[in-house]
């Protein structure tokens, strides 16, 4: 088993920035580079969607078009933690945060949640205007 727990959430204003880390644990991640991480998010009453995540390695990354060049994925192996470095956020940016595990998706699966059997109880990010 995989257990993800992510800290860093709060509110900001608009402009600000803000770090979300996932710590990763359990007898399984404890090859940790093999597995492929993404952060999700999840607005009331809209749909949870792909934020950002790299398939085993932070070298094959993905971003959603949303967040593209205000985003960054990163991971500390050493740690067994991921990191979200949000800059220039956005109101729209308003959401609950959630990261993700798998040790067995495919790069095409990368951006579905389906593809994940490991989850975070999610951070809350909000951003005021």
Not at 45 to 74: C, I, L, M, Q
Request: aromatic share 10%; net charge positive; hydrophobic share 30%.
């Amino acid at each position: 088993q995989v257990q993800l727990v992510e800290s860093g959430g709060g509110l900001v204003q608009a402009g600000e920035s803000l770090r979300l880390s996932c710590a990763a644990s359990g007898r399984t991640f404890s090859s940790g580079s093999t597995y492929s991480m993404a952060w999700f998010r999840q607005s009331p009453g809209k749909e949870r969607e792909f934020v950002a995540g790299f398939h085993r390695s932070p070298s094959n990354t993905a971003y959603a078009d949303s967040v593209k060049g205000r985003f960054t994925v990163s991971r500390d192996n050493a740690k067994n933690t991921v990191y979200l470095q949000m800059n220039g956020q956005k109101p729209e940016d308003t959401a609950i945060y959630y990261c993700a595990a798998s040790s067995t998706l495919i790069t095409s699966t990368m951006r579905r949640g389906s593809a994940y059997a490991y989850w975070g109880q999610g951070t809350q990010v909000t951003v005021s205007s």
